[in-house]
C-alpha cells in the first residue's frame, strides 16, 4: 500500500508540471488566431498566479478540513476542468476565465502535496518528485506540438492534456483510502495539525526569513529562465539557436540536478543541500558574469546554475516540519507556495524593466543578488532553529 501510494503521488506530481508549460508553448499560434498582442499571455498568467496565490494561502484550512488526498484530487479535477475550458475556447476572454480555476487548483493542490510528502516521505522522495514535476513540464510542450505540426489545432493540445488530468483525477479519488492509511504513519510521528490564522503563522520565528529566502529561489529560478537567451544574444553575441540550447539546459540541469540529488538527500541533510545549493548559484551566476573574450564560461555558468537550483526548492519544503514544527507545517508551506509565486510571478518582469531601461548585461548581477539574499536568509533561520529548546510554536515579540 506505501508503495503504490507514493507511485499515485509521483503521477500527481507530473500532473502539476504538465499545465505548467503549455500556454508558452501554444501562445505563437494562439494569440495570432484570437487577434490579441503578443503581451496578453501576462495578463493570463498573472490570473493564473493570483489564483495559485490565494489557494495556497488558503491551503491550510482547506486540508485541516478535508484531508490532503480528498484536496489533491478535487484540485486535480479543477486543474482537469479548466484545461477542459481552454480547449473549448474561442475567444481571449474565455481563457481568462478559464484561467482562474486553473490557478486555484494548483496552488492548493501544490501546497497539499509538497507538505504530505514533507510529514510522510524521507528527503530523497521529496527531491524525486519535484525531478518528476519536471518531467511534467517536459512533456507538454511534446503534446501542444504534436497536435500543431499535425495540423490540428492548439485547443487540441489543452484538451490531451485535460483527458490525462481527468484520468489522474479518477484515480486519485479511487486512492483516498490509502492516503487514510498513511495518514497514521507520518515519517516525524503522529500529527494533528495546529489550527493557525495567517497572522499566527507569519508570527512563528523564523517564517519570515525563509519566506524571504523562497521567494529569492523562485525569483532566481524564473529569471534565470526567462532572460537567459536574451542576455547570450543580445549582451554577449551567441548565436540564437546555441543561447536557446544552452537555456534549455538550465531546466536539464535542475530536472537531472534533482533525480541525482535524491541519492544523497537522505544523508547529506536538507540544510547541507540548501546551502551547498546556493553557493553553486553564485559560481553560476558569477560564470555568467565574467567578462571574457570566449563566451563560454557563460554558457556553463547557466547550466551550473540549473545544478544549484536543483535542491534548494525540494529541502526548503522538506525542512519546514523540522524547522517549524509537523503541526504547523501546513500552514506554514501554504504561505512558502504563495511566496513562492510573489517571486515568479513579479521578479523577472521587474528585470525586463531593468534591462529595457539599463542594461540587460545586469542579468548575472540581479541573479546574484538573489542567491545573497537566499544565503542570508537561510543560514538567519538555521540561527534560530539551533536555539529553540523544543518545537512547536514559537510567536515573533
Given at each position: 500500500?506505501?508503495?503504490l501510494?507514493?507511485?499515485?503521488?509521483?503521477?500527481a506530481?507530473?500532473?502539476?508540471?504538465?499545465?505548467d508549460?503549455?500556454?508558452g508553448?501554444?501562445?505563437?499560434?494562439?494569440?495570432?488566431?484570437?487577434?490579441?498582442?503578443?503581451s496578453?499571455?501576462?495578463?493570463?498568467?498573472?490570473?493564473?498566479?493570483?489564483?495559485?496565490?490565494?489557494?495556497?494561502?488558503l491551503?491550510?484550512?482547506?486540508?485541516?478540513r478535508?484531508?490532503?488526498?480528498?484536496?489533491?484530487?478535487?484540485?486535480?479535477?479543477?486543474?482537469?476542468?479548466?484545461?477542459?475550458?481552454?480547449?473549448v475556447?474561442?475567444?481571449?476572454?474565455?481563457?481568462?476565465?478559464?484561467?482562474?480555476?486553473?490557478?486555484?487548483?494548483?496552488?492548493?493542490?501544490?501546497?497539499?502535496?509538497?507538505?504530505?510528502?514533507?510529514?510522510?516521505?524521507?528527503?530523497?522522495?521529496?527531491?524525486?518528485?519535484?525531478?518528476?514535476?519536471g518531467v511534467?513540464?517536459?512533456?507538454?510542450?511534446?503534446?501542444?506540438?504534436?497536435?500543431?505540426?499535425r495540423?490540428l489545432s492548439w485547443?487540441h493540445?489543452?484538451?490531451?492534456?485535460?483527458?490525462?488530468?481527468?484520468?489522474?483525477?479518477a484515480?486519485?479519488?479511487?486512492?483516498?483510502?490509502?492516503?487514510?492509511?498513511?495518514?497514521?504513519?507520518p515519517?516525524?510521528?503522529?500529527?494533528?495539525?495546529?489550527?493557525?490564522?495567517?497572522?499566527?503563522?507569519?508570527?512563528?520565528?523564523?517564517?519570515?526569513?525563509?519566506?524571504?529566502?523562497?521567494?529569492?529561489?523562485?525569483?532566481?529560478?524564473?529569471?534565470?529562465?526567462?532572460?537567459a537567451?536574451?542576455?547570450?544574444?543580445?549582451?554577449?553575441g551567441?548565436d540564437?539557436?546555441?543561447?536557446?540550447?544552452?537555456?534549455?539546459?538550465f531546466y536539464?540541469?535542475?530536472?537531472?540536478?534533482?533525480?541525482?540529488?535524491g541519492?544523497?538527500?537522505?544523508?547529506?541533510?536538507?540544510?547541507?543541500?540548501?546551502r551547498?545549493?546556493?553557493?553553486?548559484?553564485?559560481?553560476?551566476?558569477?560564470?555568467?558574469?565574467?567578462?571574457?573574450?570566449?563566451?563560454?564560461?557563460?554558457?556553463?555558468?547557466?547550466?551550473?546554475?540549473?545544478?544549484?537550483?536543483?535542491p534548494?526548492?525540494?529541502?526548503?519544503?522538506?525542512?519546514?516540519?523540522?524547522?517549524?514544527?509537523?503541526?504547523?507545517?501546513q500552514?506554514?508551506?501554504?504561505?512558502?507556495?504563495?511566496?513562492?509565486?510573489?517571486?515568479s510571478?513579479?521578479?523577472?518582469p521587474?528585470?525586463?524593466?531593468?534591462?529595457?531601461?539599463?542594461?540587460?548585461?545586469?542579468?548575472?548581477?540581479?541573479?546574484?543578488?538573489?542567491?545573497?539574499?537566499?544565503?542570508?536568509?537561510?543560514?538567519?533561520?538555521n540561527k534560530i532553529?539551533?536555539?529553540?529548546?523544543?518545537?512547536?510554536l514559537?510567536?515573533?515579540?
Amino acid at each position: 500500500m506505501y508503495s503504490l501510494l507514493l507511485v499515485i503521488i509521483y503521477l500527481a506530481f507530473i500532473s502539476l508540471g504538465l499545465p505548467d508549460s503549455l500556454l508558452g508553448s501554444g501562445w505563437p499560434v494562439i494569440h495570432g488566431e484570437l487577434g490579441v498582442p503578443l503581451s496578453y499571455a501576462g495578463i493570463i498568467s498573472m490570473i493564473i498566479a493570483g489564483g495559485t496565490i490565494v489557494s495556497s494561502l488558503l491551503s491550510d484550512r482547506l486540508t485541516r478540513r478535508l484531508k490532503a488526498g480528498l484536496v489533491t484530487a478535487i484540485s486535480v479535477f479543477m486543474t482537469a476542468a479548466a484545461l477542459w475550458g481552454f480547449s473549448v475556447s474561442n475567444s481571449f476572454v474565455h481563457l481568462c476565465l478559464w484561467a482562474v480555476p486553473y490557478g486555484l487548483g494548483a496552488g492548493a493542490v501544490d501546497a497539499a502535496l509538497n507538505n504530505y510528502v514533507a510529514l510522510h516521505y524521507a528527503a530523497r522522495h521529496m527531491s524525486w518528485l519535484h525531478c518528476f514535476w519536471g518531467v511534467g513540464v517536459s512533456i507538454s510542450p511534446y503534446i501542444m506540438g504534436s497536435a500543431l505540426t499535425r495540423g490540428l489545432s492548439w485547443q487540441h493540445g489543452y484538451w490531451t492534456v485535460s483527458l490525462i488530468q481527468f484520468a489522474l483525477t479518477a484515480v486519485l479519488f479511487a486512492s483516498l483510502p490509502l492516503w487514510k492509511k498513511r495518514d497514521g504513519h507520518p515519517e516525524n510521528g503522529p500529527v494533528r495539525a495546529a489550527e493557525l490564522s495567517l497572522r499566527d503563522a507569519f508570527n512563528i520565528r523564523g517564517v519570515k526569513y525563509i519566506l524571504i529566502a523562497f521567494l529569492g529561489y523562485c525569483a532566481f529560478e524564473t529569471t534565470a529562465g526567462l532572460w537567459a537567451s536574451s542576455y547570450l544574444v543580445e549582451f554577449r553575441g551567441v548565436d540564437p539557436e546555441t543561447a536557446a540550447r544552452f537555456a534549455s539546459l538550465f531546466y536539464l540541469g535542475i530536472t537531472f540536478g534533482r533525480f541525482v540529488n535524491g541519492f544523497i538527500a537522505d544523508k547529506a541533510g536538507d540544510r547541507s543541500l540548501i546551502r551547498w545549493g546556493i553557493v553553486i548559484t553564485m559560481v553560476g551566476a558569477g560564470l555568467a558574469a565574467i567578462p571574457l573574450g570566449t563566451n563560454v564560461p557563460a554558457l556553463v555558468g547557466l547550466v551550473i546554475a540549473g545544478l544549484g537550483c536543483a535542491p534548494i526548492y525540494p529541502s526548503i519544503i522538506h525542512s519546514t516540519p523540522a524547522n517549524f514544527g509537523p503541526e504547523n507545517s501546513q500552514a506554514v508551506i501554504g504561505i512558502q507556495m504563495a511566496s513562492a509565486y510573489v517571486g515568479s510571478t513579479f521578479m523577472p518582469p521587474l528585470f525586463g524593466f531593468i534591462a529595457h531601461n539599463l542594461s540587460i548585461g545586469l542579468y548575472p548581477w540581479y541573479l546574484g543578488i538573489f542567491s545573497v539574499l537566499m544565503l542570508i536568509m537561510t543560514e538567519a533561520l538555521n540561527k534560530i532553529v539551533n536555539s529553540k529548546p523544543t518545537s512547536g510554536l514559537r510567536l515573533s515579540s
